[in-house]
């Protein structure tokens, strides 16, 4: 078996991914993208990956405005494990609830590492698009992420307030130089 590493989202690893989707909406996330859709449609959904253009994450409303955003997945073999996302730069949007980073594991591939491996792997491409210091914003009850940036050295900075679009997040800063 060979090293995880980070990869830009390829149609190689199709059914690893389709298996995450199905596992991420058991769950009940991701479900803002149809496993229907990706699955007859997986080399446009990656093809959109893939653009850099900024891609509407729920709850973003129309009104808010897309930033360029960077989709690396983390893969061993032919084995997809999580997806990181790296926004750019903020908008006011990103400031309170969504940050630079988004990171995710899929369910049974949880608990090994990997969220860490991914996290750690993901700072030299953070820090290429100029970002120093990086926000990643986390649910309140999200304690395996928060663990993950506490051992990377993230500081925890504050936590938002809800709002009648929006949810409760909690704010980190990780210096990605």
């Not at 360029?68 to 494990?81: A, G």
């Not at 990181?84 to 590492?113: A, T, Y």
Request: charged share 30%; glycine share 6%.
């Amino acid at each position: 078996m060979s090293a995880s590493k980070l990869v830009r989202p390829d149609p190689r690893y199709k059914d690893s991914f389709l298996e995450g989707l199905d596992e991420y909406h058991s769950e009940g996330r991701q479900t803002y993208r149809s496993k229907e859709y990706v699955r007859e449609n997986f080399e446009e959904f990656i093809n959109d990956l893939r653009e850099e253009k900024g891609i509407p994450h729920k709850p973003c409303q129309e009104w808010v405005e897309l930033v360029p955003e960077t989709v690396l997945w983390l893969v061993k073999d032919d084995l997809y494990i999580g997806t990181v996302l790296i926004r750019h730069r903020l908008n006011w949007h990103l400031e309170k609830w969504g940050g630079h980073v988004n990171f995710f594991i899929r369910p049974s591939m949880r608990g090994k590492g990997f969220g860490k491996k991914l996290l750690r792997k993901a700072m030299p491409y953070i820090n290429h698009f100029g970002i120093e210091r990086a926000l990643i914003t986390i649910a309140p009850d999200a304690k395996r992420a928060a663990h993950i940036i506490e051992q990377l050295g993230g500081e925890y900075w504050d936590t938002t307030h809800e709002t009648d679009c929006f949810p409760v997040q909690k704010r980190y800063w990780l210096d990605c130089q």
